[in-house]
């Protein structure tokens, strides 16, 4: 009996430093990446991790299987209304000397409601966006329309091409030349697709009653240095 009482002694010490230890890495590792997501994003983060094999194991090891990001939503980067859906899987921490580690595959959803749109016009293209008055979508279509004053308005199709997300106009009626108008959205395209982080690249674009959704994704990204991106500095 005093054996048999020592062992469930010490199996439920061992049980219970397992479970203290998987809460404390679950916090730590909460805390770092949420860091990490809030400066790449420049929004709110929730973040969720995968429990097979057990947390406390993927922490000693820094192999992580599965990691989840979702924004808050208020804006991903210069887009304002944007909401970010990541899904991180082979997450490896293991310094090469050029990174900081490896990212199996990352799968990412980014919705942009058409109020986002506006402001984001608004904000990085003052001469075109301070004469935009709404933005509506046209899903049967799969265009958005700028509204202005009267009966202006420009009509675009967002598009992929080569990895990137693009406006590319369809009609402009008003006193602004097409061209203008047209590199003045490259423009602003160019600085949404440049700032993505880890290889992401788009891969499909879909116009809804709300906005704009886009499917992204990336590779077998490197992790970045602390001097290449410094959002990257806690990991």
Known sequence: ??????VLIVVALLAGGLAVGELYARSRADS???????CVTED?????????????WQHLTGHYTNISVT???KRVQS?????????????????SGDAKGTIGSLEATLSWKSAGIKDTIAENLPGIGSLVTGVRTDPAAGTVILE?????????????????????????VGPLPKDAVQGALDELTK???????LGI?????????????????????RIPKDDADPCFARL
């Open 1 to 6: 009996m005093t054996i048999l009482a020592t």
């Open 32 to 38: 770092v990446l949420t860091e990490v997501a809030e």
């Open 201 to 221: 690249h788009a891969d499909s674009v879909e116009v809804t009653d709300t906005g704009v959704v886009g499917k992204f994704s990336s590779q077998d990204a």
């Open 79 to 95: 887009a304002d209304g944007m909401t970010a859906e990541v899904t991180l899987k082979d997450v490896r921490l293991e310094d």
């Open 148 to 172: 202005a004053a009267g009966d202006n308005g420009v009509t675009a199709k967002p598009v992929v091409e080569d990895g990137d997300l693009n406006l590319e106009v369809l009609d402009v």
């Open 44 to 56: 709110g983060v929730s973040i969720s991790f995968g429990v097979n094999p057990p947390f406390l």
């Open 191 to 197: 600085k949404l697709n440049d700032n993505y982080p």
């Open 71 to 73: 924004t808050d939503g």
